[in-house]
Nanobody
Framework: QGHLEESGGGSVQVGGSLRLSCYFGDLSDGIGCMAWFRQTPGNEREGVAGIWRAGGREYYGDFVKGRFTISRDNAKYRLDLLMDNLKIEDTGTYYC?????????????????WGQGTQVTVSG
């Protein structure tokens, strides 16, 4: 298993923005899908956004509703999530994940590598 390192979490007011970043340069095996998952208070971990290796397909959770954008730069080993118009219910721990293959990038069970998580807190 490789190492994923998230950064960019923090506290923000409702309607604000945050950019999360994930460095995946330590992964030694080829990777396909990468994604951001989150765990909000009282809920199971859910898919936020995912992207194929070459970036040809993106996936978003229904709750995103056009507010978030995932991007990936394989040359820089970086996965980003730009979150705009944040809501209180977006508060939670956000995890970066990497899978060996492309596919439906919001399926949690395809991921074998996970970061430690970064906290996002949205307040009113």
């Amino acid at each position: 298993q490789g190492h994923l390192e998230e950064s960019g979490g923090g506290s923000v007011q409702v309607g604000g923005s945050l950019r999360l970043s994930c460095y995946f340069g330590d992964l030694s095996d080829g990777i396909g899908c990468m994604a951001w998952f989150r765990q909000t208070p009282g809920n199971e971990r859910e898919g936020v956004a995912g992207i194929w290796r070459a970036g040809g397909r993106e996936y978003y959770g229904d709750f995103v509703k056009g507010r978030f954008t995932i991007s990936r730069d394989n040359a820089k080993y970086r996965l980003d999530l730009l979150m705009d118009n944040l809501k209180i219910e977006d508060t939670g721990t956000y995890y970066c994940a990497a899978a060996k293959y492309d596919g439906n990038c919001l399926l949690r069970n395809i991921y074998g590598s996970w970061g430690q998580g970064t906290q996002v807190t949205v307040s009113g």
